[in-house]
């Protein structure tokens, strides 16, 4: 049995460390009870770090599991879930793809397991780099994802996670990505948060009876999991995790507001995060760190005059598409720049499709470019998405496509050797 | 409506009813589960194609074919004899191929 809240002090402190580790301590504040995990780079120092916490003592009342495979590490999760515990792991690109069957299990069991994505490039080719297609993969499990964008933010997401998925109108797993290396290992200063105040800000730990839907406890048994005939409510119980996404948009904001009000950072209205967007002619859609380096092109070509503005997407599912429809009527033409692939989508990239399937019907005739760049890492230079911008008021002026459209979509970045 | 009515059964052993019963998606719990019922999955001796007749001069009364039965249903009556419950019963032969006294004969549904 393990003790649900022995005490280690964690005072407010300001720490220069990877985003990995940022990943590491927020678990460690949110008093995770269960980690199970498989080293996959560039993940594999979030666990390392947790493996050091367990081990030194530092995280009383925590089990950590050691296991042989991803599949294996979600299946324990979902496991240690069941029987009533708030649990961690953390993976990236080809290891989320082995676990991708137990994925579809925990959104179906509606257990709030929370997971990081150091999100990397799937292979082959080989790639160990930058790029969301791993966790986008995942679009249709159930679960809910979320990009983050800081390594203070990815700390934080974490915490508001646990809040998300653990709210009984909710109880649906999560995804947190970040990508690959140039958040998991860099080093930033992120605050780690007051232990006592994390704590009034969680949820409690869930006590003996479990969540309130399934608990292993041999007093109440209960079968989850068995068949369900044709004739049976398999249609109502997937249209239950579909309406359950709705009411998360909610939810969202509402956390989102509620972290805010308690240590003070703001993340938008939770959805999404719109940056000099009041009186934007055009606008760029951005997710992950390339959002934020966005915020600094914006910055740069408003100091030359021009009325350019950019929005940060934070989640991917539930996907909002009342805020992409808001902010598509501001603009006259909106770029959409995906950092992953969608191959045989209407325009390859996944989000610029499911902004362009947002809009359509919603009477706003904004221009939509999709964009594709970055992949595997490729470095994005902040010159890069400058040029992306004035793309798009050259768009706006003349009507001039970019020189790299390929059925519909503007590649950026090609290379081209002489 | 109560929309919640599925909450009972979960946190309340005593007052869990036999059947759980829903009119709408909106009234079901977050997920399927099923309760320790008798005969949850319907009446499985449907399935059978072959039925495990006790030889009843045979039997030693011994019990393994009630300890083998995957599916409990193999009872021992008032007279401590063997028998089987035919209504959910699905016809698996493990008590046949254990039954250290070979009493227990399949015979094809059919043919009995």
């Keep these: 049995m393990i003790e649900a809240k022995q005490d280690f002090k964690q005072e407010k402190e300001t720490l220069i460390i990877k985003g990995n580790v940022a990943a590491s301590y927020a678990a460690k504040s949110a008093r995770v009870q269960v980690i199970s995990a498989y080293p996959i780079t560039p993940q594999t120092t979030v666990v390392e770090k947790l493996s050091e916490f367990v081990d030194k003592g530092e995280m009383p009342g925590t089990q950590y599991i050691k296991v042989e495979s991803e599949h294996s590490v979600m299946a324990s999760i979902i496991g240690a879930s069941t029987a009533g515990t708030r649990t961690f792991t953390a993976t990236s690109g080809q290891g989320l793809f082995y676990m991708y069957e137990m994925v579809h299990w925990a959104a179906g069991t509606r257990l709030p397991i929370v997971t990081t994505i150091a999100s990397r490039g799937p292979a082959p080719p080989w790639n160990i780099w930058a790029d969301f297609t791993d966790v986008i993969s995942c679009r249709d499990t159930g679960w809910m994802i979320s990009f983050a964008s800081s390594h203070q933010e990815i700390y934080d997401d974490i915490l508001m996670s646990y809040k998300i998925c653990e709210d009984y109108d909710i109880l649906l797993p999560k995804f947190v990505a970040y990508g690959g290396f140039i958040l998991s290992h860099t080093s930033k200063p992120v605050i780690i948060e007051d232990q006592a105040k994390v704590d009034d800000f969680l949820p409690p730990l869930p006590d003996e009876k479990g969540w309130p839907h399934i608990f292993l406890d041999p007093e109440r048994p209960m079968m989850h999991g068995n068949l369900i005939m044709p004739a049976g409510f398999y249609n109502e119980f997937r249209l239950k995790i579909h309406y359950t996404h709705a009411l998360a948009k909610e939810k969202i904001k509402e956390v989102t507001s509620d972290f805010e009000k308690f240590f003070g950072r703001s993340y938008g209205n939770g959805l999404i995060e719109e940056y000099r967007m009041n009186d934007a002619e055009v606008a760029i859609i951005n997710y992950g760190e390339l959002a934020m380096q966005m915020e600094e092109a914006v910055d740069q070509l408003r100091n030359e005059g021009y009325k350019v503005g950019c929005v940060k997407l934070r989640y991917f599912r539930p996907f909002p598409v009342e805020d992409i429809i808001n902010v598509a009527k501001k603009v006259k033409v909106l770029g959409v720049a995906d950092r992953a692939t969608a191959f045989g989508s209407p325009t390859g990239g996944p989000v610029s499709s499911e902004v362009k399937s947002a809009l359509y019907g919603s009477g706003v005739s904004t221009k939509v470019l999709p964009i594709i760049m970055g992949l595997g890492g490729r470095e994005v230079s902040l010159e890069q998405q400058i040029n992306q911008l004035k793309t798009l008021i050259k768009l706006n002026e003349t009507g001039e496509l970019p020189k790299d459209m390929i059925e519909g979509t503007f590649w950026d970045g090609l290379l081209e050797v002489e | ?112």
Excluded at chain 2, 50 to 76: A, L, N, V
Aim: net charge negative; aromatic share 8%.
């Design chain 2, 1 to 112: 409506m109560d929309k919640v009515k599925w909450k009972n059964i979960c946190e309340d052993k005593d007052k869990r009813p036999i059947v759980q019963e829903y009119h709408n998606w909106e009234e079901l719990p977050p997920i399927p589960i099923s309760l320790p019922i008798k005969g949850a999955i319907g009446t499985t001796g449907d399935w059978r194609t072959f039925k495990p007749i006790i030889d009843k001069e045979k039997c030693t009364k011994c019990g393994i074919c009630w300890m083998y039965c995957p599916e409990g249903t193999i009872i021992k009556n008032e007279k401590g004899e063997f028998e089987v419950d035919y209504v959910y019963c699905k016809g698996c032969g493990i008590c046949a191929k254990e039954c250290p006294t070979k009493c227990i004969e399949m015979v094809r549904e059919s043919e009995e």
